[in-house]
């Protein structure tokens, strides 16, 4: 188990190489932060996108919540948080890239297959049922096809939440206007956490496949 004094430790470690060894780039970015590429990822904690893809810091622009999703553009009263996270990286940052990563084993897409969360109170599942049914839609041709049991429906059911968060994205007016004028590119990516392999959809074919 991960003790606070192991964070600490783990600072220390920070502190003396990698802050130091790259003491100039962080110079460079006490003026501000300019990453040319967006990552939504699950939180998990077996896939930590700066580690999966080697960066620097202020590379990339991350976020991460249940499942890697996107919800769809909506104007209703609420809190958006991975609304105002995509509006400020592409009105703001002004990213070119966005990169929608499911991975393998994932509890929320799990969840959303067998509806083990439905019915739940808020505080106890409840919050967790909510976010997943945005993959109510595409829940019905993975369980059709394949069940709501075993490795080969759950990962059925993490390639489509990649699909449609990337469906998603493309509801967004600025997204869209964005890619339609070849000033924004949008991926999907899966991370295997079996074998460590990253794969990269093709929408064309709708397969995912290993990346080179």
């Known amino acids: 188990m991960t003790e606070i004094s192991d964070l600490l430790d783990g600072y220390g470690r920070f502190r003396s190489s990698a802050w130091s060894e790259q003491r100039a780039r962080w110079r460079e970015l006490r003026e501000g932060q300019s990453p040319k590429t967006m990552v939504i990822s699950c939180s998990d904690s077996r896939v930590d996108p700066a580690q999966i893809f080697d960066v620097d810091p202020g590379q990339i622009f991350v976020v991460r919540n249940v499942a890697a999703m996107v919800p769809p553009f909506e104007t209703t009263p609420g809190y958006h948080g991975v609304s105002a996270a995509l509006e400020f990286a592409v009105q703001f940052l002004k990213v070119r890239k966005i990169?929608?990563?499911?991975?393998?084993?994932?509890?929320?897409?799990?969840?959303?297959?067998?509806g083990e969360m439905q019915g739940t109170e808020l505080g106890e599942g409840g919050f967790i049922a909510n976010w997943i049914s945005l993959l109510d839609e595409v829940r019905k041709p993975v369980v059709e096809a394949h069940g709501t049991e075993g490795r080969e429906a759950e990962k059925a059911m993490e390639l489509a939440a990649v699909k449609q968060s990337i469906a998603n994205l493309r509801t967004f007016p600025n997204v869209r206007e964005k890619e339609d004028g070849g000033e924004l590119s949008l991926y999907g990516a899966f991370f295997a956490i079996a074998d460590g392999v990253l794969h990269l959809l093709d929408e064309e074919t709708g397969e995912f496949t290993p990346a080179s």
């Open 99 to 114: 990169v929608v990563m499911g991975h393998g084993m994932c509890g929320g897409c799990k969840a959303a297959l067998t």
